[in-house]
């Protein structure tokens, strides 16, 4: 037997597993006004925003960046909140508020000094208030390009963790998301019309109260297609001698001589990660053999609870001689190992039910809990992974049906089926970045 896995799809839809991450930056600095030498602090403890006690030359912003590359196409930002702590001020109270930036921007080496509030000369790729880089590209308005749009704003009295959070905020974040390349991060200005009104706030460089971006998120589900690793049809008889394990076609129902037939089907499902939520599982067989007379009928699939064979027998609707290891009605494993009950060992209660017509040419079973439960067990544990049992119309002579299995030279008669999943993504456990 063969497997087939096609390759994984990224969805573009959210799911309820919702998860939470917090970032720091992974790039913060000031924007010091300056027009004479060009001042920085890449390296600093602290960021600034507002105006100091400066005749001239007074104005800082704090700009900051978060990677969000972990997170795939397709998430979905429920929430965001950005933190950060004031740890030294000039002034009773004022108003931070929050903007995006347009423009990428650099962070290097420079140093300040003492509380940092006066900056230190500018390495090559710092941010200046003329520069987004320092010796290179230059803003186009001295002090940053960014949206003048206010996306949050805090009133600030002393001391405090300060938290961001909007609409608009976390509507910029998801934009980051589905567009990468506009992720310019944000900047921080306070109020630059009164002096002094500058607020010294801790940086991703202090051992502190560091920033950290706390973003709510679902991710997309990932979706994969596998066929069978093993199928086979269990032939009612009386001695178990007939299978079809290397055959092209699987059987369900009752045949016009009143004997019942049910395919059996595994899938190797190791490849989907332990640690995967699973979101919807549909199974799909193609119906190729329809006997003249066919009516409508209803199937049902059950959690096979104990392993079976499929060796080299190879027939038609009337299966062949069973090998060595193949599934037959009395056996799981011809001829050493029998089930429990002729037929089949599995879970009595169906995991999912379909009906189909006189004229359908596919057997679709749509997600279900029990099938999400199914796979769930096997993912977890493997070593109950027997698969499933169809039964079909086994009341009414002549209303069987063939469909093809995963020998089928046909590869779109092969049964399919789909499983879309999310992974926690454990990397981050302690959701902490």
Same mark, same amino acid.
């Given at each position: ?7 994984? &799809? ?22 010091? /006004? ?22 001239? !030359? #007074?104005?800082?912003?704090?700009? &900051?960046?978060?990677? $969000? ?26 108003? &931070?508020?929050? @903007? ?22 500018? *390495? ?9 880089? @320092? /010796? ?14 206010? $996306? ?52 991703? /460089? ?49 045949? !016009? ?8 089907? *595994? ?17 799909? &067989? ?15 699939? @059950? ?27 009395? @056996? ?22 379909? #009906? ?8 679709? %079973?749509? #997600? ?15 070593? *109950? ?23 089928? $030279? ?6 399919? $089926? ?9 990397? %981050?456990?302690?959701?902490? /970045?």
């Amino acid at each position: 037997m063969h497997k087939y896995l096609i390759p994984c &799809l990224v969805l573009l839809t959210s799911t309820s597993q919702a998860t939470m991450r917090t970032l720091l930056p992974s790039k913060d600095n000031t924007i010091f /006004e300056t027009t004479t030498e060009p001042l920085s602090n890449g390296a600093g403890q602290f960021l600034f925003a507002g105006r100091t006690n400066q005749l001239e !030359n #007074s104005a800082r912003r704090a700009v &900051l960046q978060f990677d $969000l590359s972990f997170l795939p196409p397709g998430t979905t930002v429920n929430d965001v909140t950005f933190e950060v702590t004031a740890t030294r001020t000039i002034t009773p109270s004022s108003t &931070l508020n929050l @903007h995006a930036m347009l423009a990428d921007w650099g962070e290097a080496g420079s140093d300040a000094s003492g509380e940092e509030g006066a900056g230190t000369m500018a *390495e090559p790729g710092d941010v200046t208030w003329t520069n987004a880089f @320092h /010796e290179g590209a230059a803003w186009s308005s001295a002090g940053g390009d960014f949206d003048p749009l206010v $996306l949050a704003s805090e009133p600030i009295t002393g001391l405090e963790t300060l938290n961001f959070n909007s609409v608009a905020f976390t509507a910029l974040v998801q934009s980051w998301i589905d567009t990468p390349a506009n992720n310019f991060g944000v900047i921080i200005i306070g109020d630059e019309f009164s002096a002094p009104s500058a607020y010294q706030l801790a940086s991703r /460089e202090n051992s502190d109260n560091q920033p950290r971006l706390i973003i709510d998120y679902d991710l997309p589900p990932t979706s994969v297609q596998f066929t069978p690793s093993k199928d086979n049809t269990l032939y009612e008889t009386v001695d178990g001698s007939t299978s079809n394990g290397a055959g092209d076609r699987l059987f369900m129902g009752k045949t !016009n001589s009143n004997a019942i037939r049910r395919a059996v089907l *595994e899938f190797d499902v190791t490849d989907i990660p332990a640690t995967a939520v699973i979101e919807s599982v549909a199974l799909d &067989l193609a119906i190729i053999n329809l006997p003249t007379g066919a009516d409508s009928g209803t199937a049902d699939i @059950h959690f096979v609870t104990a392993e079976w064979g499929a060796a080299g027998s190879s027939g038609s609707g009337n299966g062949a001689p069973s090998q060595s290891g193949d599934a037959t009605w009395i @056996h799981r494993l011809f001829d050493t190992d029998s089930w429990n009950t002729a037929g089949g060992d599995f879970i009595g209660t169906a995991s999912a039910s379909t #009906s189909y017509s006189d004229s359908d040419t596919t057997l679709s %079973f749509a #997600s279900s809990s029990g099938l999400i439960a199914d796979v769930t067990t096997w993912v977890q544990n493997p070593a *109950e992974n027997h698969g499933w049992i169809i039964l079909g119309d086994e009341a009414n002579l002549g209303n069987a049906r063939g469909m093809g299995s995963a020998d089928n $030279l046909n590869s779109n008669a092969r049964p399919v $089926l789909t499983i879309e999943y999310t992974d926690p993504d454990l990397i %981050f456990a302690d959701d902490f /970045e």
